[in-house]
């Protein structure tokens, strides 16, 4: 007669994710474990948290990836195992006591953690411009009302003069200084971080000179023609003119992830 070995029961685990200023916040609680890790747009760790749950599903044995709290770190592993079962392990930077190490589901598991991703993204609680990169096309995008080729279609006819006066009015750029500081540039540096992180304080603003960064064109750009002036362009609006870095969370979309939710039903 032959005997049926049963294993640990997975755990349910909950996931939420939630935002303060230029924060994001995924929580993970299981029983009673639980951990808040912060999520920074500087090292925007959604990228490798959607290929972190694309690895667990090709039933690789063991995946892992840290996030960069800006000045810790938190470190996420997981360990698949038989019957659609994964043993989750989240501790600081794969070291110390864990804060969670349990065994879960892992279609639940990716459901909680993807659909609450997208869920969020889609809410009145996420505030995108506190967190995404934005592009000059995007910029273009919205001044104009017209679609990429459309924008770069106009762009090409013009001559580089006239190119860093529409980009600079789309996206200015100024350098600060405080004059008053001299040649301090640790004062200087200390000033303006003061003021990006709180631009509505107008005690940061006393004092201080905003000099234009005018925009550059490769200098042969006039002699080009139509098709190179297109290609070229095409790549020069894709820059970053935002404030932030993060991804644009509405898009982030998983192929394999969303195939899997559908067929194991």
């Not at 104009?144 to 924008?151: M, R, Y």
């Not at 529409?166 to 350098?175: G, H, K, L, R, T």
Request: net charge negative; proline share 4%.
């Amino acid at each position: 007669m032959g005997y049926i070995i049963q294993g640990p029961k997975p755990e349910i685990v909950s996931v939420s994710f939630t935002q303060d200023r230029y924060w994001l916040f995924l929580e993970i609680s299981v029983v009673q474990q639980s951990v808040k890790i912060r999520m920074s747009d500087v090292y925007d760790p959604i990228p490798s948290l959607i290929n972190w749950m694309e690895a667990i599903l090709t039933d690789v044995e063991m995946c892992a990836f840290s996030i960069d709290e800006e000045g810790t770190e938190k470190g996420i592993r997981a360990v698949n195992r038989w019957n659609g079962n994964v043993y989750i392990t989240i501790d600081d930077n794969f070291s110390g006591d864990p804060y969670i190490k349990v065994l879960a589901n892992r279609r639940q598991l990716i459901d909680a953690i993807y659909n609450g991703l997208k869920n969020f993204a889609h809410s009145g609680d996420y505030h995108p411009q506190d967190w995404e990169y934005e592009t000059l096309e995007d910029r273009l995008i919205n001044i104009s009302g017209k679609d990429t080729e459309e924008i770069l279609d106009d762009l090409a006819v013009l001559n580089s003069a006239d190119l860093m006066d529409i980009f600079f009015s789309a996206a200015p750029n100024y350098w600060l200084t405080w004059p008053a500081l001299g040649d301090d540039e640790t004062a200087q540096y200390q000033k303006s971080i003061a003021f990006v992180l709180d631009r509505d304080n107008k005690d940061h603003q006393v004092g201080m000179k905003k000099t234009p960064i005018e925009w550059t064109i490769d200098q042969d750009f006039d002699s080009w023609t139509q098709p190179w002036r297109k290609k070229y362009l095409r790549d020069y609006i894709r820059s970053n003119v935002g404030d932030h870095d993060g991804c644009k969370l509405k898009k982030v979309y998983s192929i394999s992830i969303e195939k899997y939710l559908k067929n194991s039903q």
